[in-house]
């Protein structure tokens, strides 16, 4: 199998990859179950990329229901570096507007229903966590927004909350008070997944309301977020296509391609044999 080292995950209205060539459906099966559908494999401007919609195509999959270690190892076994991911938030503040870009570089865990780790089952692995976005495509993201000409700031906090009922008040205003800049529900078990994996990640998130804070202004519905993305996709889609061009050359590592090597407390000799095989691809190097 021939190694796409660009993994793209769409979210809220990215379903598909514009501007993909040579597409071909790859169904891909992981130790963890199923992905959330098959893997688009095709080439952005001459670069082998593969494209997977988060929820589904048609959207069939709550944000508590995704299987974040089926999606996140389906592009391990694709051999994938880099990770970008492309997501709607809600904003929470008044200077991050609907349709603007932001790039977050921090997550606050407001999730309880979910599983974030690829180890358990007689395998024990603790890795940094301090950075959790990978600068390198989180600059390539930024360099994109600048060539295309859409806002695209540089670094944030993204509030990762359950859902999938939108925030209340109180909380939005809570998440205000801690100085998060955008909420969404989706990113931050993909990022702790990937850095297991020892895979980059970062985020394009695109604003598509204001949650519920705003005095004056509408609360946000699933109508409005549709509506900010349909208006926005063009650029959404020229941003992830410039992104690609500006990530490393082919052959890069991330930079992040031996996390592991002292995160495994587990003594060898006990882990158990059938953890040992569901973890090969991210541990065998390691055994
Ligand atoms: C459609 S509004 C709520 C929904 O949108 C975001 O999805 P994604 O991160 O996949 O773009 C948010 O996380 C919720 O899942
Ligand atoms: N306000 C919001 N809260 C959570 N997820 C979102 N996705 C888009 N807008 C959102």
Redesign the pocket.
Known sequence: MQKVEIGI??????YAMPGLTGLREQVIETPFGAPSDAYMVGELDGRPVAFLA??GRG?RI??SELNFRANIHGMKQLGVEYIL??????SLKEEHKPTDFVIPDQFIDRTFARQGTFFGDGIVAHVGFGDPICSVVAEAFAKACEEVGVVGKRGGTYV??E??Q?STRAESNLYRSWGADV?????LQEAKLAREAEMSYATL??V??YDCWREGHDD?T?EQ??AV?HQNSANAGKVVRAAVAALPAPGGKSPFSDVLKYAIMTDKTKIPAATREKLDLLIGKYL
């Open positions: 995950i769409g979210g809220s209205g990215l988060r929820h959207h709550l944000p991911s492309v997501s709607a938030v809600g990762c909350m859902g999938p939108f909420i969404g529900m989706t990113n998130a695109m598509t309301d946000v699933v977020v549709i993305m």
